[in-house]
């Protein structure tokens, strides 16, 4: 399998899911900016959407769209219980979250990265973005993970997201259960080895 990503982006998801799973897979860099891989070939005629990440599939198939990305991932490697058992109640509320993350917070604090974006609507942004935050720190009370105590695919969503915050002045210092999960995901050997070959870390 082959993951287009860009480094930081929301690709950096699956990267997570894809380590976590003990997949074999390639990661390959697809330049948000320019469009192009490194070899020079137009990104849009790999995804015409133009965005990352983009699965490509050992038999020449592509999906697109992280949730979609990470359930599959998930569903190739049951015994790793990345997700729950498709058609069970759990496994909705696993795609409840996933739905969340997309709409509620990966647009909203995505989009304060829009250098166009005036800074009056930012703060508008950020207020909405905070309250939905306060929302998951509330629902992470007393759980290590979003689903309870074992890591499934929606907290690599959950963390790639919310690393943003850093980057577009959202500041989440008083979220303390978010902030004790942010710190219980960093300390997993597949984000810190996904955050490392995104450059995203300093190798040790």
Known sequence: ????????????SPHIVLLEAGLAFEPVLASTKTHKLQDGTDYYTINPKGYVPLLELDNGERLSEGPAIVQYVADQVPAKNLAPAAGTMARYRLQEW???ITS?????I??????????EAKVLMRAKALDR???????????????G?????????????TRWTQY??????????LAAFMARMEARPAVHDALEAEGLLKAA
């Open 1 to 12: 399998m082959k993951l287009y990503y860009s480094p930081g982006a929301c690709s950096l």
């Open 104 to 108: 509620e917070l990966h647009k909203g």
């Open 168 to 177: 577009v002045g959202l500041d989440i210092s008083g979220l303390k259960n």
């Open 149 to 161: 105590d074992a890591f499934t695919v929606p907290d690599a969503y959950l963390f790639t997201v």
């Open 110 to 119: 995505g989009g304060m990265f829009n250098p166009a974006m005036p800074e």
């Open 98 to 100: 996933l739905n969340f």
């Open 133 to 147: 935050l306060k929302y998951v720190d509330a629902q992470l009370e007393g759980r290590h993970y979003l689903m």
